[in-house]
């Protein structure tokens, strides 16, 4: 519950419900009694209707690396709007952005490029599926992979807060042939493998859970991925709408050292802009139509706005990028561990890069079974905690936390204060 002053943003909220379903856009965005509504953003900072200011660690669910409204970047947008929004023929800026995302990341050989992460796991699976000539793909529980239908099974991120991981209106016939599998176990995949690998198109997996909280893989258990699928004749997708650019500049893949067949992309690439991607070998990524026969197209494919904030955007995540938002999400951890010690409640904190939550949970969560079992009534009583002293995480359990260029050092400091005032106000 607030203890701040929202009002304005409960009268919009009954607004927004009339002609907006739920009064939101994305149903992770909808939380009891109200979301608040946003006026403005700078940096790290959130500034709502009521003038409530919040630090933000949300970050849009992942984009804004560099904090929002970040003046290179907007300078650059602005100058590519006067020169024109959308052309529907090629433009130059397509091949600076492809060839950046060629020389980070390890598997992109070609890259097409969409407009969200949705559309870049759809086409992805589709074109596993086109060039193996077989239907089933593997996802894992609580992995979100978008919301469209190969996909939106057992799935994390709202679908799971909202209590629905398997949509109604989606075929049994098109989730058939959607086999799920518990994260990081070797055992099921190996047997499901042996079973119905001349079925299996292509296993899907985020290299980093980051729809169920923050799951990380097990030693080796994406390298064991890899192997397995090559000695099958099955893609690796790794969909790195997360991970891709944040683990580090060759994301996910350079992080653990493990080069997939494909990859996804999202996010961070569009710089605060729409834009999603599908990056990979050239021997797979020819498949697409115009070369091959596998269909991928969009009126705002490559967008020039998205693009160009993409491309100012990597400009700016060199090593000190990395070096700078690991430490501080590793800080923040730490204190939320020390908090657990210091209030004697049970929690488990992970980080990586810059990327961290807390489950209130007594297990190690290494997949979506056992994140399931956290306390989600704690964790919302310690997401209101924040809020009310001026901090803003993603509503739910299961969604993760990000740190940006733009926390400063007294950003942490009140963020650690609210950390602690959120736990005392558990017991
Ligand atoms: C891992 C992952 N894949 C795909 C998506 C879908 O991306 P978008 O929301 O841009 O469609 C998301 C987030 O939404 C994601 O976290
Ligand atoms: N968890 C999702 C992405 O990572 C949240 C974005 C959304 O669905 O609005």
Known sequence: MYTIKTEKSEKLYNEAKKCLVGGVNSPVRAFKPYPFFVKSANGCHLIDEDDNTYIDYCLAYGPMVLG???????????????????????????????????????CAEMVRFVNS???????????????????????FDGA????????????????LTHGSPNSPGIPADTTKNTILLPFNNRELMEKTIYEQKDEIACIIVEPVMGNVGCILPNDDYLKFL????????????????????????GGAQEYFGVVPDLVTLGKILGGGFPIGAIAGKKELMENFSPNGAIYQAGTFNGNPVSITAGIETLKCLNDSFYTETTKKATILSNHLRDLSDKYNIETKVYNIASIFQVYFNKNEVLNYDIAKESNTELFNKYFFGLLNNGVFIAPSQFECCFTSIAHKEEDLTNTMNAMDKAFKSLK
């Open 68 to 106: 929002h409204a970040n003046q290179e970047v907007l300078y650059k947008v602005r100058e590519q709007m006067d020169l024109g929004t959308a052309y529907g023929v090629p433009a130059k800026k397509e091949i600076e952005l492809a060839k950046e995302v060629i020389n980070r990341i390890p």
């Open 117 to 139: 992460g949705t559309e870049a796991t759809m086409s992805a699976i589709r074109l596993a599926r086109g060039i193996t000539g077989k239907n089933k793909i593997i996802k």
């Open 144 to 159: 979100y992979h978008g919301a469209h239908d190969y996909v939106l099974v057992k799935s994390g991120s709202g679908a």
């Open 226 to 249: 890899r192997e397995i699928t090559e000695e099958n004749n099955i893609i690796l997708i790794f969909d790195e709408v997360i991970t891709g650019f944040r683990l580090s500049k």
